[in-house]
């Protein structure tokens, strides 16, 4: 197994912390570097070292790279599809440039191995809606889908042109407790467990019946680490994997968590998320992981619920009436 010195840029994010610690957990605390553009994150305080790092400035970066003996980067640093809406150069900037600095970087020092999601955003309207497959139309509507068709294609070249071993994932939405989400879509369905313990009332901001795939952070976890451990041979597809677990609704996450919170309601009040979320398919074929690189979820929506209020409840230590009546 690698003892390759790995670069997580992006490490205080949604994603980026919990993998940071599975990776740290697999490869040794030393040899698993955390980076983000804001301050560590008090998960990963004491778990290994740190630096401070602005994956657009590309000179620190290489000097970053070459003075620490990196030999493979997680690039994690994004602007989601919510906040990419609200400053769309910003979003088109980083997603793209981010990118385009790590592919270079990963070119010149020879690099073995490197590691940058994609997302459900890619598909747009005109795709299938159900199991979406993995080569189809794609015409995505909104910056962060652009940006990610266009840095998949910017992979794709990099590996055909250069040889860099980059590996990709299509994240369905990713639901975690631990660290924030960072402006998502599919945001409301972190959001939804907190405010049934705090409040036993969540007011959604999709409609009730709007499927989106989802899929728990141990599984995404879980996927990035074996697609970076599978043979090269077996990564066919160098664009980016369609990756699923899951889908479901705002009203069918509420029937879920009514089991544990019997008096939990829901209502709907949509905003300029609805129309993204009405972009992108409902379900995701994705059989090409699964034959390519054995992928396999563990997760479905009982136990998605059960784990993230369980956690929640114990994370927060709350007195509410909602909690007095909580049941795992
Ligand atoms: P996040 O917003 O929670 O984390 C991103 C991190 O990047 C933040 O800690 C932020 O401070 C850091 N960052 C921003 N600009 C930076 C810069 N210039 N230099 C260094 N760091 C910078 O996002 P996330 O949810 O953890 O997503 C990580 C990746 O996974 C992104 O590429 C995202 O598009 C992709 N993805 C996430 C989901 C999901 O549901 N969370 C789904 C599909 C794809
Ligand atoms: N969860 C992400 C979002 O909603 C999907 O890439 O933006």
């Known amino acids: 197994m690698t003892k390759e010195k790995i670069l997580v840029i992006g490490a205080s994010?949604?994603?980026?912390v919990e993998l940071t610690l599975a990776?740290?957990?697999?490869?040794?605390?030393?040899?698993?570097?955390?980076s983000d553009l804001r301050e560590q994150n008090p998960?990963?305080?004491g778990s290994g070292p740190y630096v401070s790092l602005d994956v657009m400035n590309k000179e620190m970066l290489h000097v970053q790279v070459i003075r620490q003996g990196v030999k493979q980067i997680y690039l994690l640093a994004a602007i989601l599809s919510a906040t990419g809406e609200k400053?769309?150069?910003?979003?088109?900037?980083?997603?793209t440039q981010g990118l385009l600095n790590v592919l270079d970087i990963a070119k010149e020092e020879k690099?073995?191995?490197?590691?940058?999601?994609?997302?459900?955003?890619?598909?747009?309207?005109?795709?299938p809606k159900r199991s979406c497959p993995q080569k189809t139309i794609i015409e995505p509507t909104t910056v962060y889908g652009i940006s990610k068709y266009a840095g998949e294609f910017w992979c794709n070249y990099y590996f055909n042109k250069y040889g860099v071993d980059i590996r990709s994932l299509r994240y369905p939405g990713l639901i975690s407790y631990k660290s924030a989400p960072g402006g998502g879509t599919t945001d409301y369905a972190i959001e939804i467990f907190q405010a049934a313990l705090e409040h036993s009332h969540y007011t959604s901001f999709l409609e009730k019946n709007t499927y989106l795939p989802m899929m728990y952070i141990p599984d995404a976890i879980r996927a990035t680490i074996e697609l970076m451990e599978a043979p090269k041979d077996k990564i066919r597809e160098r664009t980016s994997y369609n990756l699923a677990a899951i889908s479901f609704s705002p009203e069918e996450i509420a029937a879920e968590i009514r089991k544990h919170i019997p008096g939990f309601n829901i209502s709907?009040?949509?905003?300029?998320?609805?129309?993204i979320a009405d972009s992108w398919p409902q379900s995701i074929d994705d059989s090409a992981a699964r034959n390519d690189w054995g992928w396999q979820h563990e997760y479905d929506l009982s136990a998605i619920t059960k784990d993230m209020l369980?956690?929640?409840?114990?994370?927060?230590?709350?007195?509410?009436?909602a909690q007095a009546s909580y049941q795992i």
């Open 43 to 45: 998960l990963l305080q």
């Open 23 to 34: 990776l740290r957990k697999i490869y040794g605390e030393q040899n698993v570097i955390a």
């Open 111 to 127: 690099l073995s191995k490197v590691y940058w999601p994609s997302s459900i955003a890619v598909f747009g309207p005109t795709s």
């Open 310 to 321: 369980g956690n929640l409840h114990a994370k927060f230590e709350m007195q509410t009436e």
């Open 268 to 275: 709907y009040k949509t905003d300029y998320r609805q129309a």
């Open 13 to 16: 994010g949604q994603i980026g």
């Open 87 to 95: 400053n769309p150069a910003l979003a088109w900037h980083l997603n």
